[in-house]
């Protein structure tokens, strides 16, 4: 549900805007110039984290769904509608919860947290429709996400790491508020899943479902045109 309400607002948002302003013709010459841009909001994970058949654990795990994203993107554009970049995402996500029964544990623990950091970094294409006062843009990559998570249990910690393939997608409406700066939003999503997680560096948990690393995320969105 959550998703589909992002997805509506920022159609609906688009739409409204630029439904006169992109059929305005534009001169084609393009000089080829370097773009930089930056990215933050809301991100919610979708797709399975857990299946531990316990009501009070399954309802933990839904609160890791949501969380805070940045991103940073350097980009080439070489042709008018076209350009290649490179993409760094970074989420994080974190839930909490007393008296609460573990997977493969008999007794509950006092106190149970999971702060979920995923990080991807890879090259992506990148294509943009502009006018006299927006930019429509649209990205995907595929690269490498590092999972980085930190379970503590009581007052213990373990730290459990994973490094995956992984893919990004973007879709970018800003506004120009001069030649070199534009803001506005970006609606993007970054999936993959992995079926294990190594702990300490020392042992592997074996998923018996996979963990999906997937988010959607809303974001506000802006952009500097460096030369």
């Known amino acids: 549900m959550r998703i589909n309400f992002l997805i509506f607002c920022f159609v609906l948002i688009t739409q409204s805007i630029v439904s006169q302003d992109f059929f305005i013709p534009k001169n084609k010459k393009h000089q080829p110039y370097t773009r930089l841009a930056f ?3 809301y991100a919610y994970r979708f797709g399975k984290i857990y299946e531990s058949g316990y009501p009070d654990f399954d309802r933990f795990s839904e609160g890791i769904r949501s969380g ?24 994080r996500q974190s839930a909490s ?25 890879g090259p992506e ?5 502009e006018t006299r006062n927006w930019l429509l843009t649209f990205s ?23 490094v995956n393939w992984g893919v990004n997608s973007g879709l970018g409406l ?6 070199d700066f534009a803001a506005g939003l970006k609606l993007s ?5 992995t ?10 948990y074996d998923a018996p479902v996979p963990f999906s690393f997937s988010n959607i995320m809303l974001s506000a969105y802006c952009s500097f045109r460096l030369n």
Do not use: C, W
């Open 68 to 91: 805070f994203h940045l991103d940073g993107e350097l980009q080439y554009l070489f042709h008018k509608d076209l350009g290649v970049g490179i993409i760094v995402n970074h989420v």
């Open 174 to 179: 800003q506004y120009k508020f001069s030649y």
């Open 189 to 193: 999503v970054t999936g993959g899943i």
């Open 140 to 162: 995907v990559g595929i690269g490498a996400t590092f999972i980085h998570a930190k379970m503590t249990a009581n007052n213990t910690d373990a730290i459990g790491t994973s």
């Open 125 to 129: 294409i990148f294509l943009h429709e």
């Open 97 to 121: 919860a007393e008296n609460i029964r573990l997977p493969n544990n008999f007794f509950p623990v006092k106190f149970y947290k999971e702060s979920h950091a995923i990080t991807f970094l």
């Open 195 to 204: 079926d294990s997680i190594k702990v300490e560096g020392e042992n592997v």
């Open 39 to 41: 990215s933050s909001g």
